[in-house]
């Protein structure tokens, strides 16, 4: 497995933007799937974005089609989410996960066998 460190979070106006980053431990970073899901409290956690490990395919919720970018450089064990023109109801806490198994798209928590501890993401109207 992989460990996974998430930053980036934070408070931010609507229409603005973060880039969240996870850095990743472990040997098979360059050969996992790579995952962003988020979560608000009471609901259950929902998938936001996925990238297959050589980075050339990508496949995004359609509430965040067009807005969200998910990228990663193998060289650094880092994947990123680069968000844009924020909303409201982007607001939650994100979470990155990472599979070493090939199932594609993988838009499910139980597609993915490693997880960070989360980032906090607040988007103020």
Do not use: H
Request: with cysteine; aromatic share 12%.
């Amino acid at each position: 497995q992989v460990q996974l460190v998430e930053s980036g979070g934070g408070l931010v106006q609507a229409g603005g933007s973060l880039r969240l980053s996870c850095a990743a431990s472990g040997r098979t970073f360059s050969g996992s799937v790579m995952g962003w899901f988020r979560q608000d409290p009471g609901k259950e956690r929902e998938f936001v974005a996925a990238i297959t490990s050589n980075g050339a395919v990508t496949n995004y919720a359609e509430s965040v089609k067009g807005r969200f970018t998910i990228s990663r450089d193998n060289a650094k064990n880092t994947a990123y989410l680069q968000m844009n023109s924020l909303k409201p109801e982007d607001t939650a806490v994100y979470y990155c996960a990472a599979d070493a198994r090939f199932y594609w798209p993988p838009r499910k928590v139980s597609d993915f066998s490693s997880w960070g501890q989360g980032t906090q993401v607040t988007v103020s109207s």
